[in-house]
């Protein structure tokens, strides 16, 4: 048979105009935003890839859900559907509805995390941590080193390193170790996926030490992708089906639906354990809404619902959507440009390190790099770097990550293959002439997630 291209499995309905800015106005902008693209306007920028969080197009069938969402304070009908897409995609019984993704890891932190305690997990994402060190925990890295390595093409960059958690385990003993946070398609680490191997031996070895396996669920689907095209054994098993094999090694998740599950807003922490839901119902409702919406309309719940069935539908949907990321990943390195190897799930990121050589770390280069491409041609990418990183409690010093990346991610179902070819072309641009960006320093550092809100002046 000829070759054929791959192409998304749905066609566009509704369009919403961007508009392209001068690079005088541009320059305006990022100066206004202290040179951070967070503090962009989004009117002020062409091609958006500051996040996939929150930024996917819903289907048809999705705002349909929209209109007939049950708007009822307690025991809504859009929450029970909620529960039963949760209960069928992930296997889960018990559903704690949240606003969204954080809101699930501060009541998960709270309700198993005691002062002096340690939780491991596969890198570090900033709000995780956040809630658990808020919590009095300690986080501890675990991932395999090869997560580290911009260069590796190890195929599962998202490992949990055994032994590193083994030691750990020997180090502070197993008491102190309520969970372990496992991400799928570690964001930090460039989108990059674990094994199912991997996960059932984690599962296994935390069991027999009495330690929970808790999923940061967010992007499990992408996770799944790869499963399927590296892992042998699951060639012919569909993205539902290895999706729930994916969660029976764990005892529960906490899961931002901004991202795979297609919606705008949500989230959940999803629970096998009766007793510990009931815990987790105490704090949601003080902290989130009533244990039927948990921070929610109805009509945000039933298209939650529907996204959820959508997401594993068909293989078509997560096969199209990190085609495109990968599509662009490609283009990059055809032209050249130093980016996480193989190309992640959910974006492209961009190794600053190795773009901007002549920059000391502490000059900021990934946030540089992200205003330069932003000047060149409004392209709004993120800083995943020394900022991101924030500061080390004990010691007052910036944290130095291994890796500082700018990264581009790509939101579902909203841009073309055209806009993916734009967004190339002038990344390639900026990285050619990299030595003329300077570096940068604050202006103003907020004292925890600093990268949302600080702002930096050049050095010179
Ligand atoms: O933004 P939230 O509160 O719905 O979710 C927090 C969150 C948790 N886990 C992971 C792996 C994330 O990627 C995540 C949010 N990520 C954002 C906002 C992002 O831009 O990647």
């Not at 992708?225 to 906490?254: H, L, N, P, V």
């Not at 297609?262 to 989230?267: D, H, P, Q, S």
């Not at 815990?279 to 009509?299: D, P």
């Not at 004990?394 to 990550?401: L, M, Q, V, W």
Request: hydrophobic share 40%.
């Amino acid at each position: 048979m000829s070759h054929r291209s791959w192409a998304e499995p749905w066609k566009i309905k509704v369009v919403e105009p961007i508009r392209m800015t001068s690079r005088e106005e541009r320059i305006a902008a990022i100066e206004e935003a202290g040179y951070n693209s967070f503090l962009l306007k989004s009117d002020d920028v062409y091609i958006d890839l500051l996040t996939d969080s929150g930024t996917s197009a819903m289907s048809d069938f999705q705002w349909a859900g929209m209109m007939i969402g049950d708007e009822a304070y307690a025991g809504s009908k859009s929450f029970y559907n909620l529960v039963n897409a949760v209960h069928d995609v992930y296997g889960y019984e018990e559903l704690v509805p949240t606003h969204q993704g954080r809101g699930a890891e501060h009541i998960l932190s709270q309700i198993l995390i005691k002062d002096g305690d340690y939780v491991p997990g596969n890198m570090y994402f900033t709000t995780t941590r956040f809630h658990q060190e808020h919590a009095g925990g300690k986080f501890v890295d675990v991932i395999i080193d090869e997560a580290h390595d911009t260069a590796s093409l190890h195929p599962f960059k998202g490992n949990i390193d055994l032994d590193k958690l083994q030691s750990l385990i020997d180090e502070v003993g197993a008491e102190k170790i309520p969970y372990i946070s496992v991400e799928t398609n570690v964001n930090m680490a460039g989108g990059q996926p674990l094994s199912m191997a991997n996960l059932k031996a984690t599962y296994e070895l935390c069991h027999q030490h009495g330690i929970l396996v808790m999923l940061d669920a967010t992007r499990a689907v992408e996770n799944a992708w790869f499963i399927k095209q590296r892992e042998a054994g699951y060639e012919d098993k569909s993205i539902a089906a290895i999706m729930r094999e994916i969660c029976s090694y764990s005892d529960g998740a906490t899961v931002s639906s901004k991202k795979d599950n297609l919606v705008n807003i949500g989230g959940f922490l999803a629970l096998r354990d009766p007793e510990l839901a009931k815990q987790a119902r105490a704090l949601l409702v003080a902290f989130e809404g009533l244990h039927t919406y948990g921070g929610m309309s109805g009509r945000d719940m039933e298209a939650l619902a529907r996204g959820i069935r959508e997401m594993v539908g068909t293989d078509d949907h997560v096969r199209a959507r990190v085609g495109q990321v990968e599509y662009l990943g490609d283009k990059l390195i055809k032209g050249g440009v130093p980016i996480i190897r193989p190309v992640g799930g959910h974006g492209v990121f961009l190794d600053a390190k190795a773009i901007m050589p002549h920059l000391p770390h502490d000059q900021f280069p990934a946030q540089a790099l992200t205003a330069a491409i932003y000047v060149e041609s409004g392209v709004r990418g993120m800083e995943r770097g020394i900022v991101s990183a924030g500061r080390n409690k004990a010691t007052g010093d910036h944290n130095y990550p291994k890796l500082e990346l700018v990264r581009l991610t790509v939101p579902r179902r909203v841009y073309t293959q055209a806009h993916m070819d734009v967004t190339a072309e002038s990344v390639i641009d900026v990285v050619e002439n990299a030595e003329a960006v300077g570096g940068l320093r604050f202006t103003y550092e907020p004292e925890s997630l600093r990268f949302f809100q600080a702002r930096f002046e050049p050095v010179s």
